[in-house]
């Protein structure tokens, strides 16, 4: 194995324990952990990037990582969308709350 072989290997072994992490902290509803290790998880995919090594993923270890990694995508992009959705209905609410004491502020102001 060549020596960009070895960084990429040792980039992608911590890309899939930071994926593992945000997955245990998501389900946990740890957003502000979550976001630090998003954080880190980008930092690392630039680090690939840069290393642009083309040989590592196509490897039986390589392969084997990804293919326990893009499980765990899906389930943290599930769990985001629900998180995101679940936030926006709350918000609707209490702007929906905002709104209905502003209109009836106007109506009394009206009446007197």
Known sequence: MENSDAKAEVLWKK????????????KK????????????RLELQKQLEQLNNKTYH???AGKALIR???PL???IRALAQSWLISH????NKVHSY??????SGNFFNEKL
């Open 73 to 75: 995508n899906v389930r």
């Open 15 to 26: 890309f899939y324990m930071v994926t593992t992490e945000m997955y245990r902290f998501i």
């Open 88 to 91: 926006r209905n709350l918000n």
């Open 98 to 103: 905002d709104a209905a004491m502003s209109l």
């Open 58 to 60: 196509k490897t039986e």
């Open 68 to 70: 326990q990694i893009n």
């Open 29 to 40: 509803n740890d957003t502000d952990m979550f976001l630090s290790l998003l954080d880190q």
